[in-house]
């Protein structure tokens, strides 16, 4: 039985601009197995640095968030609106990302409620294909969670279009 988490997401503020580009630089080297975007580090050991200074500061339809465990970060989630979303969705789950000993844990199931808890409505989402533990992640997350889930294949990322009540 797993014990009770104390897992919460905050909004990211300008004050977070060095968490976020470190936490992302984490992120960007669990993607470098499955992408080619991410194949050298910058002269300061960062694999794209501008990828924070792009999104931040967040303008309107960007949702990202600091995934916390007891006041203390384990990993980040980006959704966006609509005017960033495929068409036919209202949302777009863009990241998600827990270091990994909080992966298997239930924090990502919690952050994800917490971010679907005041957006309803249709959702997609793409994960690499490669990645067979995130595809399995959201099958089995989406199956509990949402309803009208369709899975397609658009190499190289599953996509997945749900809806959420």
Same mark, same amino acid.
Do not use: H
């Given at each position: 039985m797993? =014990?009770k988490?104390?897992v919460?997401?905050r909004p990211? /503020? /300008?004050?977070d601009r060095?968490?976020? =580009?470190n936490?992302?630089?984490? *992120?960007? @080297? &669990?993607?470098?197995?499955?992408?080619?975007?991410? &194949? $050298?580090?910058d002269e300061?050991?960062?694999?794209a +640095? &501008?990828?924070?200074n #792009?999104?931040l +500061?967040?303008? @309107?339809g960007v949702?990202p *968030?600091?995934i &916390? /465990?007891n !006041?203390? +970060?384990?990993?980040?989630?980006?959704a966006t609106?609509q005017? *960033?979303?495929p @068409?036919?969705?209202?949302? $777009?789950l863009e990241e998600?990302f827990?270091? %990994? =000993?909080?992966r298997g844990?239930?924090a !990502? /199931? $919690?952050a994800?409620? #917490?971010?679907? =808890?005041? %957006?309803a409505?249709k959702? !997609?989402?793409e994960?690499?294909r490669e990645?067979?533990r !995130?595809?399995?992640?959201w099958t %089995?997350?989406?199956d509990c969670?949402?309803e009208?889930?369709?899975?397609t294949?658009?190499p +190289?990322?599953? %996509?997945?279009?749900?809806?959420?009540k």
């Amino acid at each position: 039985m797993r =014990k009770k988490m104390n897992v919460s997401i905050r909004p990211v /503020e /300008e004050k977070d601009r060095l968490l976020i =580009k470190n936490i992302f630089n984490l *992120y960007q @080297d &669990e993607l470098s197995v499955y992408s080619s975007d991410f &194949e $050298c580090l910058d002269e300061n050991g960062y694999f794209a +640095p &501008e990828t924070v200074n #792009e999104i931040l +500061p967040f303008g @309107d339809g960007v949702f990202p *968030y600091i995934i &916390e /465990e007891n !006041a203390r +970060p384990i990993g980040f989630v980006m959704a966006t609106d609509q005017s *960033y979303a495929p @068409d036919g969705a209202d949302f $777009c789950l863009e990241e998600l990302f827990l270091i %990994r =000993k909080k992966r298997g844990t239930g924090a !990502a /199931e $919690c952050a994800m409620k #917490e971010i679907f =808890k005041n %957006r309803a409505g249709k959702w !997609a989402l793409e994960v690499y294909r490669e990645n067979a533990r !995130a595809v399995s992640f959201w099958t %089995r997350f989406l199956d509990c969670t949402a309803e009208n889930i369709s899975k397609t294949d658009a190499p +190289p990322f599953i %996509r997945f279009f749900f809806t959420v009540k």
